[in-house]
């Protein structure tokens, strides 16, 4: 049988890691992790991380396994993933991936894209320009330089818009001119699997998301993280708006409603990104487990 990696995708909060557990229970597999926010140990709650009981359900790999003083990419998680799909499939014809880090995704399925190389003083004066004028002038210059990709990036992420401008930059081209239409050669094939729903019900269900997240102790875990707040790990939606809050900046009802709203607006880029892929499986994020069971099936069998 075909080796066959089936991927989970969908905006925030919407059912993914319930839809890849059920799917890894029925194929009797294991899953991957590929949300860059789940990576690290010290960030449980403001990332969503599967709960106790969800982490036995399944096997699982990449939740909570990089420290956030350590350095972790994209380029390190493509290398680490593709090996343990390797061995993975050594046991299973199918392995389960789920994730709402297009990016992520992404490197697994198609492979990184080839960028080239630009003056490093490019980005020093970037990360100047963050720090004097705001996430805002970041996200203008990049709406102008290169409107395709601005509209797939979250904006919310100052490290992603600044490699972003730096290339715009450096070669005097589009960042989105270099983001390749042909995928690296895999050993496996991939399904994607695709959970979708009304924007006013996605909406709603990240609101209810962020309001647990609060009960549950956001703010006590932020507090925690709160003097290594400069770290790339935790410039992070849920982390950076509770950090201006501890630091006397904004009152704690508005740095909530700016969680809800930025985690929104990440809902929406995702489908942008999640919806380029025109063979990925879409369902309603109510739809019966059987009938999507019964349909990723009927395409295994096809292969």
Known sequence: MTKTLISVVGATAIGKTALSI??????????????????????????????DEELHAAPHHFIQHVS???SYNVGQFERDAIAKLDALFEKHNIVIM??????????????????????SNIRTQLNA??????????????????????????????????RAL?????????????????????????????LTADREIVYDRINRRVDMMMQEGLLEEAKVLHPHKTLNALQTVGYRE???????????EFAVSEIKK??????????????????????????DINTIIEKVDTLLLNR
């Open 68 to 70: 956030i003083f350590d």
């Open 129 to 162: 320009q963050l720090a004097k004028e705001g996430i805002a002038s970041l996200q203008q210059q990049l709406k102008v330089l290169d409107p395709v990709y601005y509209e797939r990036v979250a904006l919310e992420n100052p490290h992603r818009l600044i």
């Open 242 to 252: 509770l950090f201006e809050y501890l630091d006397g900046n904004w009152t704690l």
């Open 98 to 119: 789920v994730g709402g880090s297009g990016l992520y995704v992404d490197a697994v399925v198609k492979g990184l894209d080839e960028f080239p190389k630009v003056d």
């Open 22 to 51: 059920k799917l890894a229970q029925h194929f009797q597999t294991e899953i991957i992790s590929c949300d860059s926010r789940q990576f690290f140990k010290e960030m449980q709650l403001g990332t969503a991380v599967p709960s």
């Open 166 to 194: 730096e290339i715009c930059i450096g070669s005097g081209k589009p960042y989105s001119s270099f983001l390749k239409d042909t995928s690296a050669s895999r050993s496996f094939k991939t399904i994607k699997v695709g």
């Open 262 to 287: 930025n985690t929104r607006r990440f809902a929406k880029r995702q489908g942008t990104w999640f919806r380029r892929d025109e063979h990925t499986l879409w369902f309603d994020y109510e739809e």
